[in-house]
């Protein structure tokens, strides 16, 4: 495994860990959040939670094909660099 690689996927793997916590995180106050009252305004809490986790999923996403691209974009050029 070479240094970039490691270098890229400690970057990348950084950034992933963080959406993913975030996302967990704010799924947990929604599962917490109280049921007594609020109503709609609960509601529209969570449409807005829901819509910014899919947001963040959907930037990962973009994150990891670019990543792949990196990367087999690197393998598919051979060897003559080193």
Do not use: N, P, Y
């Amino acid at each position: 495994m070479s240094v970039g690689l490691v270098a890229v996927i400690l970057i990348f793997g950084t950034g992933l860990v963080a959406v993913i916590g975030d996302s967990i995180v704010k799924l947990a106050k929604v599962l917490k959040g109280d049921s007594s009252g609020g109503g709609r305004s609960m509601d529209a809490e969570e449409s807005r939670l829901v819509q910014e986790i899919h947001q963040g999923l959907s930037r990962m996403e973009d994150r990891l094909e670019a990543l792949e691209t990196i990367i087999l974009g690197r393998g598919g050029k051979g060897t003559k660099d080193e």
